[in-house]
């Protein structure tokens, strides 16, 4: 079976660029999170599946509706860091310090503590590996930040949902699913790899792993569903991965949602934990 993930965040939440606005002006911008969620919400419900749905803090803190209505909808909740900052710019104790409010304000919302994590940009890598052992010695069980691509990863990270070990103890590692295209490795089920990809050929790359035995996992932003998104100014490298190809994605999803098979974050960890 396969995982349906969102990471819900603003459309101005942009890491790595000096495009990026400061979190002093955050309040100052017009917001579209809730509206632009609500679709991801519907479109899960059109589709009846349930997802996981990782909330940066900072939302959570000024849309409490927001975020009880996805747990009053059937999904999981969990934390998307508080100000959705890299976690390898990030000091042990700022990071620390932010996944604690980021917990704070979800459980503010009226949700339960939420035991899963993942990183903004899959920012734990390489640089951050000490970031997993904080996320154990928080109550964290699962982590869904290490992606086994180059730009933000290593194309040698495991594929497939594992185990790793911790000085803190054991957090089950769910990669995002990528695929090798072209003699390159591409994001498949998230980001411009997604969106890009005709919903047919997804769909076969889906089933081909799951005929293999592994589980693939599909990510999305609230934002790349929007009607009429805000465009900013930004490098060309994240241009291409925050703009490309975002019409029309809403109704690729769901051709893909449709025809694979999902089922909870929290089914399949229980199932790597049996193994």
Known sequence: MNVFTVDVEEWFHVCGTGAARPVEEWDSLPSRVVSTTVRVL???????VKG?????????DRHPSLVAQIAERGHDVGSHSHLHRLVYDLTPAEFAADLATSVRAIEG????????????????????LWALDELVRQ????????????????VDYRRDLHIR???????????????????????????????????RRVVEAIAAENA??????LTVHPWELDPDPPRMRLPLRQRFAHHFRLDGFEARLQDIVRAAPFTTLAETARCVRSA
């Open 165 to 199: 070990e911790t000085s803190a103890g054991p957090i089950i590692e769910v990669p995002p699913f990528v695929a090798d295209r072209f003699g390159q490795v591409m994001p498949l089920g998230w980001g411009w790899g997604l969106r890009w990809s005709q919903p």
């Open 52 to 60: 996981m749905f990782f909330v940066v803090g900072w939302i959570a």
């Open 139 to 154: 109550g964290f069980s699962i982590d869904a930040s290490m992606a086994p691509l180059r730009i933000v990863g290593r």
């Open 212 to 217: 293999a035995g592994r589980c693939t996992v």
């Open 42 to 48: 519907d479109l899960l419900d059109r589709t009846g």
């Open 109 to 128: 919302a009226g949700v339960s503590r939420p035991t899963a994590f993942r990183a903004p940009e899959w920012s734990i890598n390489d640089r951050s």
